[in-house]
C-alpha cells in the first residue's frame, strides 16, 4: 500500500529556510512515481508549488517558487525533500507530498495539476512569521 509521510515544517523569520521530507512507503522504488508538492493556505485552494519525475531527471516548479525552492529525492531512503530559502509569509501554509503512479523512469511530472495524483500525505505545517 502506497503511503507518504511528510516531516520538517516549522516556524522560522522571513528569509529564513526549511527542508521538508516525504518518505514514500511502497513496495515499488521511487523510479515508478512522480512526486509532487502542494500546499494550502488559510481560507485559500491548494497549490502546486514543486514535483519531480519518476526519471528524477525532470523538476518543475511553480513561478512563484522557482529560483528559492529546490526539490530532490534519495532513491535508497525513499524520500522526497523541498528545500526552502528565501521564505516570506506568503509560504505560509500547509505542506503536502502526493505521489502520482507512474510508467518507469518517466519524464514527467506536474507541479500544477492535483489530480494527476493518487496518494496523499497528511500534511506538514510551514509559517513564516516575525
Known amino acids: 500500500q502506497l503511503q507518504l509521510v511528510e516531516s520538517g515544517g516549522g516556524t522560522v523569520q522571513p528569509g529564513g529556510s526549511l527542508r521538508l521530507s516525504c518518505v514514500v512507503s511502497s513496495e515499488f522504488t521511487l523510479n515508478y512515481y512522480a512526486i509532487g508538492w502542494f500546499r494550502q493556505a488559510l481560507g485559500k485552494e491548494r497549490e502546486g508549488v514543486s514535483c519531480?519525475?519518476?526519471?528524477?531527471?525532470?523538476?518543475n516548479y511553480a513561478d512563484n517558487v522557482s529560483g528559492r525552492f529546490i526539490i530532490s529525492r534519495d532513491t535508497d531512503k525513499k524520500t522526497v525533500y523541498l528545500q526552502m530559502n528565501s521564505l516570506t509569509p506568503e509560504d505560509t501554509g500547509v505542506y503536502y507530498c502526493?505521489?502520482?503512479?507512474?510508467?518507469?523512469?518517466?519524464?514527467?511530472?506536474?507541479?500544477?495539476?492535483?489530480?494527476?495524483?493518487?496518494?496523499w500525505g497528511q500534511g506538514t505545517q510551514v509559517t513564516v512569521s516575525s
Open positions: 502526493a505521489a502520482d503512479p507512474s510508467s518507469f523512469n518517466n519524464h514527467y511530472c506536474s507541479a500544477s495539476s492535483q489530480y494527476e495524483y493518487d496518494a
Open positions: 519531480i519525475s519518476s526519471s528524477g531527471g525532470i523538476t
